[in-house]
């Protein structure tokens, strides 16, 4: 009998401490979601694509990558001062991140076929702005 005891409170005992930890990453998780879900700052930013114009048909592997910004300037490094003024590129080649670009002129390398570019302008830390700050433009390349 007293074996049987000692084993049901060791079991409550484990069982307890189990809680407790699951518990203690439970309230970790929470903390870090409610972290992720904090506002992200809008920006005064407007962009658009130059180059490749519309319509555009690309002969070679490069692709001449021409933004325009207004409302805001290119950081030269990443920060965690976030300004909606403030930020950087990235270039987007059919869904798949090409660069991180810190001015306004940059060379993409492109096989045959129908592609869509996307530019977007990103805050210090590079997570996008809310709303997002992007431009997109659709071209062919042989």
């Known amino acids: 009998m007293a074996e049987a005891s000692f084993v049901t409170s060791r079991f409550l005992a484990l069982t307890a401490g189990f809680l ?8 970790k998780s929470e903390t ?3 972290a992720s879900l904090s506002p992200r700052p809008s920006s005064t930013a407007r962009i658009a694509i130059v180059e490749p114009g519309p ?3 690309v002969t070679g592997p490069q692709l001449r990558v021409k933004v325009s910004l207004e409302g ?3 950081l030269p490094t990443s920060t965690t001062r976030l300004k909606a003024d403030e930020g950087h590129l990235h270039l987007t080649l059919d869904g798949e991140l090409q660069s991180m670009a810190y001015e306004l ?3 993409v390398t492109v ?6 570019l996307q530019a977007e302008f990103v805050a210090g830390d590079h997570a996008p702005f809310f709303p997002r700050v992007i431009a997109v433009k659709s071209f062919r390349a042989q």
């Open 20 to 27: 407790l930890v699951a518990a203690g990453c439970n309230q």
């Open 111 to 116: 096989a045959p076929g129908d592609h869509i």
């Open 72 to 74: 805001a300037r290119i």
């Open 55 to 57: 319509g555009a048909v």
């Open 105 to 107: 002129e940059h060379d």
């Open 32 to 34: 870090a979601a409610t």
